[in-house]
């Protein structure tokens, strides 16, 4: 989509929206465009996040107010969509739908092991945004096939919730379904860190897809000498590009072994 017709969508949804709320960004008026009677954008919209996660439909709000989205966890009004968060298979699923409960559109997120509610808002916002806009949701896509990632494993007191999220990202942006309840192919990976030379240490990953069953399909490695600085902290950047190199290795796999966990992607 591009940038004057996502400020367009946007603008339209705040200007609806305006009763919940100040504007954080007005947006001038919108050009003509086929997208205006889709009611997931001429709608209000209410928040609502799993009860095991207290105070992250609120930061949710918060993020979707950056990005000119405005949202609420209370009742919207007569004129409601709703997005709602569950956990499925491990992950955090956000599923948009009418007051009859018509689902409009669904996206997972990965859930790592000791998110807290910033990092888990922060990148559920740009996924909510896909599923208010034409692009991020489609009325089947609650059943189409889907790849899901599993929690990164790394050494002990190393963050790798960033590398988890990343491959979710690099297989999304490639058109993959992620997520969702029985999927055909799990994305396993595993970071290592091995001694190297000086202030340099090299950074393994494995990214292992297997089937449903459990088994095997073919492992895509990595490695490379990296400062053992960079490996302190969040691993944000790192994580993007080690994630974006190593999706088309594993989609190559899948599309060999399972090809059907990429149709409809």
Excluded at 2 to 12: D, K, N, V, W
Excluded at 71 to 94: D, H, Y
């Amino acid at each position: 989509m591009t940038r004057p017709l996502f400020a367009a969508l946007l603008g339209l949804l705040a200007a609806l929206l305006a009763a919940c709320g100040p504007v954080p960004h007005p947006f001038g008026a919108h050009k003509e465009n086929a997208l205006v009677d889709d009611r997931r954008v001429t709608a209000s919209v209410q928040i609502t996040a799993p009860p095991q996660f207290p105070g992250l439909a609120e930061a949710v709000v918060t993020e979707l107010a950056k990005q000119d989205v405005l949202a609420t966890t209370r009742n919207p009004g007569r004129r409601a969509i709703f997005v709602r968060g569950g956990i499925e298979s491990g992950n955090l699923v956000w599923r948009l739908s009418t007051p009859e409960r018509r689902e409009l559109g669904v996206l997972s997120q990965a859930m790592p092991p000791g998110a807290d509610i910033g990092s888990l808002a922060r990148e559920a916002a740009p996924l909510i945004v896909q599923l208010l806009t034409a692009e991020g949701s489609t009325t089947d896509s609650a059943h189409r096939a889907r790849v899901a990632v599993r929690p990164v494993r790394g050494p002990p007191g190393m963050d790798t919730r960033a590398l988890s999220q990343a491959m979710v990202d690099a297989l999304s942006a490639q058109g993959v379904a992620t997520g969702g309840d029985d999927p055909l192919v799990v994305v396993e990976g595993e970071l290592r860190v091995l001694p190297g030379n000086g202030s340099r240490d090299v950074v393994q990953v494995d990214w292992t897809v297997r089937d449903a069953k459990g088994r095997s399909l073919g492992t895509v490695s990595q490695g490379n000498p990296m400062d053992r600085t960079t490996l302190i902290g969040p691993l944000d950047q790192m994580a993007h590009d080690i994630a974006t190199a190593a999706a088309p290795g594993v989609i190559e796999v899948i599309r060999r072994k399972v090809p059907t966990a990429l149709e409809g992607g």
